[in-house]
């Protein structure tokens, strides 16, 4: 009788093989490499190469493209006629800050929907023309994208769907290269360097104008400005309306100027987030500059992703971000809904907001906020980011690290499940 025999080499080398197969995790979203299977979208992939926007989005998520197909693309001279940088921005105005899926376009009301693109996040916008207002027609379910001005004559038509990668990226194709309002094709190729002003990108914004005058009364914006170097700032700024809201019992505006300081650098963390970066953040309990003022474990905010939504909660009050104001490495900035009030300074129990020093005797450490956090981030197992935190794109490489190891356990499990039937 004839007996099969296995050489135990033959299991061993499956085992090698499928590990290596496994070990290298696609994690950057490479725009180009989605379009190259569409030869009709190859001019348009190309400019993506050519302004070098395609590095803009690798880290990114949460995106939308519109393409332009190469027959719509070659009739226009758009693309012949502008800057090498003018031409950038107008790829950017194409790159919507939120994805989008076809249920999503069917839902958008005759009234349009505002959606912010890589362009608003550069700075160089005037008023909110760096976003797209997309409006569908009710009666024959055209879907429209043009300038959010009162008369724009740039505008395209959604052609259809060619790609989507759920809650990640989508990609649609439109009928004509879109340009922003008052957008200057041929202007100067040369750029200032970042060294953002931050209040006056508030105050074109609109709708901060009591944040930038208390920045600008407090002194600390020029600290904030300092921070731009190294690691970054995210800045969270409450809107006009958010102020407004605040009810008589929180009298930020009456603080003493210490805690007043203090305050505003709660809404500020010390490294560069894009949105998709807080949409999947790994730690959701974050240091503030106020938390490197006063002492580790204090004045931290919590921020998850709620509803679609980007949620902060201070400890007392849980805000939404509502808008990108400005979002160009190593500054970004994000309007919120609320002002966020740290519980060390509104809460039952306040503490001085005078960092203590080791010749006064005191420890100068506070509670942290009361937040519930998730087994994996409990107190006993979380240790707050120092200044010198890793940026938000390498702790989301250790993430999906982890993940790529648990899929090799896997296949691990399964390939000796194999060998143990045929020994």
């Not at 190859?42 to 803009?56: K, P, R």
């Not at 009030?341 to 960092?355: D, K, M, S, W």
């Not at 979380?382 to 993430?399: C, L, V």
Request: net charge negative; proline share 7%; aromatic share 8%.
């Amino acid at each position: 009788m004839a007996v099969l025999r296995i050489s135990h080499f033959a299991p061993t080398t499956i085992v090698y093989f499928l590990l290596l197969s496994s070990s290298y995790p696609i994690f950057a979203l490479n725009i180009t490499s989605l379009l190259s299977t569409y030869p009709d979208l190859s001019d348009f992939a190309n400019l993506l190469t050519a302004t070098a926007v395609d590095g803009d989005l690798i880290h990114r998520s949460s995106l939308t493209l519109l393409a332009v197909p190469n027959s719509f693309l070659r009739a226009s001279d758009l693309a012949h006629r502008s800057s090498a940088s003018s031409l950038a921005d107008v790829i950017r105005y194409h790159v919507l800050l939120q994805y989008l899926s076809w249920p999503d376009i069917r839902q958008i009301p005759a009234a349009g929907k505002l959606i912010t693109t890589l362009y608003q996040t550069t700075g160089r916008a005037t008023n909110d023309f760096g976003s797209v207002n997309i409006t569908r027609n009710p009666a024959n379910g055209v879907v429209s994208v043009h300038s959010p001005a009162s008369y724009s004559p740039s505008n395209a038509t959604i052609l259809s769907l060619i790609k989507t990668l759920p809650y990640n990226v989508s990609i649609f194709t439109v009928n004509s290269l879109l340009v922003p309002n008052g957008f200057d094709l041929m202007a100067s190729e040369s750029r200032p360097p970042l060294g953002l002003n931050i209040t006056r990108t508030l105050i074109d914004g609109h709708n901060f104008n009591v944040a930038a005058s208390m920045l600008m009364a407090s002194g600390v914006v020029e600290e904030f400005e300092a921070d731009e170097a190294g690691a970054g700032i995210t800045m969270f700024v409450p809107t006009d309306d958010a102020f407004a809201d605040l009810s008589t019992t929180e009298r930020l505006q009456s603080l003493p100027a210490d805690k007043k300081a203090v305050v505003l650098k709660f809404h500020v963390l010390h490294s560069y987030y894009t949105m998709g970066s807080l949409e999947s953040i790994v730690n959701p309990v974050q240091p503030t500059l106020a938390t490197e003022e006063m002492g580790a474990e204090s004045f931290t905010l919590n921020i998850s992703r709620v509803n679609g939504s980007v949620a902060i909660d201070s400890g007392i009050v849980q805000a939404s971000v509502t808008q990108t104001v400005f979002d160009q490495n190593p500054v970004a900035i994000f309007g919120v809904s609320k002002v966020l009030l740290p519980r060390e300074v509104f809460g039952n129990n306040p503490i001085a907001t005078t960092r203590p020093t080791p010749s006064n005797g005191a420890t100068g450490t506070a509670q942290p906020p009361d937040i519930s956090l998730s087994p994996e981030n409990s107190p006993g197992s979380y240790t707050p980011p120092s200044r010198m935190s890793s940026a938000p794109g390498f702790r989301e490489e250790i993430r999906s690290e982890a993940q790529i190891n648990r899929g090799q356990r896997f296949i691990l499990a399964c390939a000796l499940c194999c060998i143990g039937l045929y020994v």
